[in-house]
């Protein structure tokens, strides 16, 4: 029970300290109050926005890399198999299998 006054009165400490130090900085202006908390919370957003994609664009990157690293090395094990038969005549229809 003790532990639960003291937690609420540091609490109302904190919030009373808040509001003190905004009528300082903004006077009898609460709109301006407002206004500073919304924008630094929209600024915070658009950080973690940029973020969220600079991380996203890394993984891409590094997934790209990781896989024509892998495709290279499947071309320099299997030469042969990646280029397709060609027929001698060129004016020869081209079958395709599988369409």
Excluded: K
């Amino acid at each position: 029970m003790a532990t639960e006054f003291d937690s609420q009165l540091i609490e109302s400490v904190a919030v009373r300290r808040s509001r003190l130090a905004d009528a300082l900085l903004y006077a009898d202006n609460p709109t301006e109050r407002r206004w500073r908390a919304t924008a630094r919370l929209f600024l915070f957003s658009i950080v973690a926005a940029a973020l969220v994609a600079a991380i996203c664009v890394a993984v891409a990157f590094v997934g790209s890399l990781l896989s024509d690293q892998r495709r290279e090395q499947e071309q320099r094990e299997r030469p042969s198999a990646s280029a397709p038969a060609r027929s001698a005549d060129p004016h020869a229809p081209i079958h395709r299998t599988g369409v």
